[in-house]
C-alpha cells in the first residue's frame, strides 16, 4: 500500500476557496480548507499532481511532525528525531526557514538554528558527515511552524515558490505574479471559449495564464520540484506523468487572447514571454491606447486586466485621466463584455464609474487590492465569499515571520533566554 501523508499547500490571501476548488478538481483527497491555503492526504503521486497542476497555489508542504518545543532542547530533539535520509544526502544543501508566534521561542534565526542544528546533527552521527546550507539552491528546504509552543516541522515539495512557472523570459515592470494571473482569471468565470483581452497587458502574465488554463496545459510543465533532488525520486514515474499530462492538451479551436499596452517594450516583452511559454502562435500582443479601447462589437468576450494602481508604476495624476477615459471606452464600447479588473487604488478605481461591480479583496505583492467584476451592460453579479474580508473582521494576529538570507528574522543583537540573533546565513552555517 502505497504511503499516505499530509500536505499542506499554501496561497495568496483570499484565494482559499479557488485552490480548495482547484484541489477537489484534481482529485485530491480529504481536503480541508484553512487560512492561508489546504490540508490534503496523499501519497506522493498526489504530491507530483499537485505540484504540477495547482495553478493558485504558492508552495506545498509535507508536514513531518508536531510537537511541543517550549524550549530550544525540546525544538532540537524533535528535529534530531525525523528521518532525514527519506530528503537528503549527507553531503547535501539545506535551508530552514521559519514562523513564530505565541511561544517562548520567539527568535526566528534562533528557531532555524536550532533546527538546522538537529537535522546535520543526526547525520553526523549516523554517517560521519553532515550536509552544508545553501541559501540560493538548496536541496532540501525545511520549514518550522511554532504556534504557542507547538512545533509543526515540514519540508517544502515544491523546492521553491509555484509562482515561478518557467517561462517568464522578460522581468517588465512589477510584473503581475504567475498564480495571481491565474487566479484573477478563474474568479472571472470565463467560459475558456469566448475571446479575453487585456488592454494593460504589460508583460502578458494574464495573456499567458489564461492560454495555459484554456488550453489544460500544466502550470508545472516548465519547470523542476523540490521533490525531484530527494533520495529515492522515481524519476521514470515523473516523466510519465509529465508526458501524460503533455498528452491532454488541447487548443480550443478560434480561441483569441489579445493583449494590449501603449509601451512598445512591454509588447516586445510579452511576446518573448509568449514564445518561451510555446504560445508565440496562440497570442496576439499589439500596441494599444487603453483610453482609445475599442472591441469588435458582438464578440461578447471577456476583459481581464491589472491596470497600474500609482505605485509602483505610472504617475496618479495621469492615470486619472487613463482611468476617466477607460471607463468611459468601456461603458461606449463593451456592452456584453464581463470584466474582471484587479484594482490597487480605490480612488482610481471609483473613476472607471462602475455599476455596483462585484468586489473580491486579494493581495497583490504587499499591496491590498480589489477584484472588480461587473457584466457591462447586464445583470449585477451575485456577491462570491470573500475571506479576506471575513479575516478582516475578525481582527487577527499577524505570524512573525522569518527566512535566513531575506532579512525578515528578527530585530537585530538581541539576547532573551538564550536565543540570539545575528549574521542570518552563520546561524544555519
Same mark, same amino acid.
Given at each position: 500500500?502505497?504511503?499516505?501523508?499530509?500536505?499542506?499547500?499554501?496561497?495568496?490571501?483570499?484565494?482559499?476557496?479557488?485552490?480548495?476548488?482547484?484541489?477537489?478538481?484534481?482529485?485530491?483527497?480529504?481536503?480541508?480548507?484553512?487560512?492561508?491555503?489546504?490540508?490534503?492526504?496523499?501519497?506522493?503521486?498526489?504530491?507530483?499532481?499537485?505540484?504540477?497542476?495547482?495553478?493558485?497555489?504558492? !508552495? #506545498?508542504?509535507?508536514? +513531518?511532525? *508536531?510537537?511541543? $518545543?517550549?524550549? /530550544?532542547?525540546?525544538?532540537?530533539? @524533535?528535529?534530531?528525531?525525523?528521518?532525514?535520509?527519506?530528503?537528503?544526502?549527507?553531503?547535501?544543501?539545506?535551508?530552514?526557514?521559519?514562523?513564530?508566534?505565541?511561544?517562548?521561542?520567539?527568535?526566528?534565526?534562533?528557531?532555524?538554528?536550532?533546527?538546522?542544528?538537529?537535522?546535520?546533527?543526526?547525520?553526523?552521527?549516523?554517517?560521519?558527515?553532515?550536509?552544508?546550507?545553501?541559501?540560493?539552491?538548496?536541496?532540501? !528546504? #525545511?520549514?518550522?511552524? +511554532?504556534? *504557542?509552543?507547538? $512545533?509543526?516541522? /515540514?519540508?517544502?515539495?515544491?523546492? @521553491?515558490?509555484?509562482?515561478?512557472?518557467?517561462?517568464?523570459?522578460?522581468?517588465?515592470?512589477?510584473?503581475?505574479?504567475?498564480?495571481?494571473?491565474?487566479?484573477?482569471?478563474?474568479?472571472?468565470?470565463?467560459?475558456?471559449?469566448?475571446?479575453?483581452?487585456?488592454?494593460?497587458?504589460?508583460?502578458?502574465?494574464?495573456?499567458?495564464?489564461?492560454?495555459?488554463?484554456?488550453?489544460?496545459?500544466?502550470?508545472?510543465?516548465? !519547470?523542476?520540484?523540490?521533490?525531484?533532488?530527494?533520495?529515492?525520486?522515481?524519476?521514470?514515474?515523473?516523466?510519465?506523468?509529465?508526458?501524460?499530462?503533455?498528452?491532454?492538451?488541447?487548443?480550443?479551436?478560434?480561441?483569441?487572447?489579445?493583449?494590449?499596452?501603449?509601451?512598445?517594450?512591454?509588447?516586445?516583452?510579452?511576446?518573448?514571454?509568449?514564445?518561451?511559454?510555446?504560445?508565440?502562435?496562440?497570442?496576439?500582443?499589439?500596441?494599444?491606447?487603453?483610453?482609445?479601447?475599442?472591441?469588435?462589437?458582438?464578440?461578447?468576450?471577456?476583459?481581464?486586466?491589472?491596470?497600474?494602481?500609482?505605485?509602483?508604476?505610472?504617475?496618479?495624476?495621469?492615470?486619472?485621466?487613463?482611468?476617466?477615459?477607460?471607463?468611459?471606452?468601456?461603458?461606449?464600447?463593451?456592452?456584453?463584455?464581463?470584466?474582471?479588473?484587479?484594482?490597487?487604488?480605490?480612488?482610481?478605481?471609483?473613476?472607471?464609474?462602475?455599476?455596483?461591480?462585484?468586489?473580491?479583496?486579494?493581495?497583490?505583492?504587499?499591496?491590498?487590492?480589489?477584484?472588480?467584476?461587473?457584466?457591462?451592460?447586464?445583470?449585477?453579479?451575485?456577491?462570491?465569499?470573500?475571506?479576506?474580508?471575513?479575516?478582516?473582521?475578525?481582527?487577527?494576529?499577524?505570524?512573525?515571520?522569518?527566512?535566513?538570507?531575506?532579512?525578515?528574522?528578527?530585530?537585530?543583537?538581541?539576547?532573551?533566554?538564550?536565543?540570539?540573533?545575528?549574521?542570518?546565513?552563520?546561524?544555519?552555517?
Amino acid at each position: 500500500m502505497k504511503r499516505r501523508e499530509h500536505y499542506f499547500a499554501t496561497c495568496a490571501p483570499g484565494l482559499e476557496p479557488l485552490l480548495h476548488e482547484e484541489a477537489k478538481q484534481l482529485g485530491l483527497m480529504r481536503i480541508e480548507r484553512q487560512v492561508g491555503g489546504i490540508l490534503f492526504e496523499g501519497s506522493v503521486e498526489d504530491v507530483w499532481r499537485a505540484n504540477l497542476g495547482l495553478r493558485t497555489a504558492v !508552495r #506545498i508542504f509535507l508536514r +513531518l511532525a *508536531r510537537y511541543e $518545543a517550549k524550549n /530550544s532542547d525540546e525544538l532540537y530533539r @524533535g528535529a534530531f528525531e525525523v528521518d532525514w535520509t527519506r530528503f537528503l544526502k549527507p553531503e547535501g544543501t539545506l535551508i530552514v526557514d521559519s514562523q513564530t508566534r505565541e511561544s517562548e521561542l520567539f527568535h526566528t534565526h534562533f528557531i532555524q538554528q536550532r533546527v538546522k542544528d538537529g537535522v546535520v546533527d543526526q547525520f553526523r552521527e549516523r554517517f560521519g558527515v553532515r550536509p552544508s546550507v545553501s541559501v540560493d539552491e538548496p536541496d532540501l !528546504r #525545511i520549514h518550522v511552524h +511554532l504556534f *504557542r509552543d507547538r $512545533a509543526t516541522l /515540514s519540508v517544502d515539495t515544491s523546492g @521553491g515558490s509555484l509562482h515561478k512557472r518557467g517561462w517568464r523570459a522578460y522581468q517588465g515592470r512589477a510584473p503581475l505574479a504567475e498564480t495571481l494571473a491565474a487566479a484573477i482569471v478563474l474568479l472571472s468565470d470565463w467560459d475558456r471559449r469566448s475571446p479575453l483581452l487585456d488592454p494593460f497587458c504589460g508583460s502578458g502574465s494574464i495573456a499567458i495564464e489564461a492560454a495555459a488554463l484554456a488550453a489544460g496545459v500544466a502550470p508545472g510543465s516548465w !519547470r523542476r520540484f523540490g521533490f525531484e533532488n530527494w533520495p529515492g525520486h522515481d524519476a521514470a514515474g515523473m516523466a510519465a506523468l509529465r508526458k501524460q499530462l503533455s498528452q491532454q492538451v488541447h487548443w480550443p479551436k478560434k480561441l483569441r487572447i489579445l493583449g494590449f499596452d501603449s509601451d512598445p517594450e512591454q509588447i516586445e516583452g510579452a511576446r518573448e514571454n509568449a514564445a518561451s511559454a510555446g504560445f508565440e502562435s496562440r497570442l496576439e500582443f499589439e500596441l494599444g491606447d487603453a483610453c482609445q479601447f475599442a472591441p469588435r462589437a458582438g464578440w461578447n468576450g471577456w476583459i481581464v486586466t491589472n491596470p497600474p494602481y500609482g505605485l509602483r508604476v505610472g504617475d496618479v495624476p495621469e492615470l486619472e485621466r487613463v482611468y476617466r477615459q477607460f471607463g468611459s471606452r468601456l461603458r461606449e464600447n463593451c456592452q456584453g463584455y464581463q470584466l474582471a479588473l484587479l484594482s490597487g487604488n480605490r480612488d482610481l478605481s471609483t473613476l472607471l464609474e462602475l455599476s455596483k461591480p462585484r468586489k473580491t479583496e486579494l493581495l497583490n505583492g504587499g499591496i491590498d487590492c480589489m477584484l472588480l467584476e461587473s457584466r457591462l451592460g447586464g445583470e449585477y453579479l451575485e456577491p462570491r465569499e470573500n475571506p479576506r474580508k471575513e479575516r478582516r473582521k475578525r481582527r487577527r494576529q499577524p505570524f512573525k515571520r522569518g527566512k535566513v538570507g531575506g532579512g525578515q528574522g528578527g530585530e537585530g543583537r538581541r539576547t532573551h533566554g538564550g536565543q540570539t540573533s545575528g549574521d542570518s546565513n552563520a546561524a544555519q552555517s
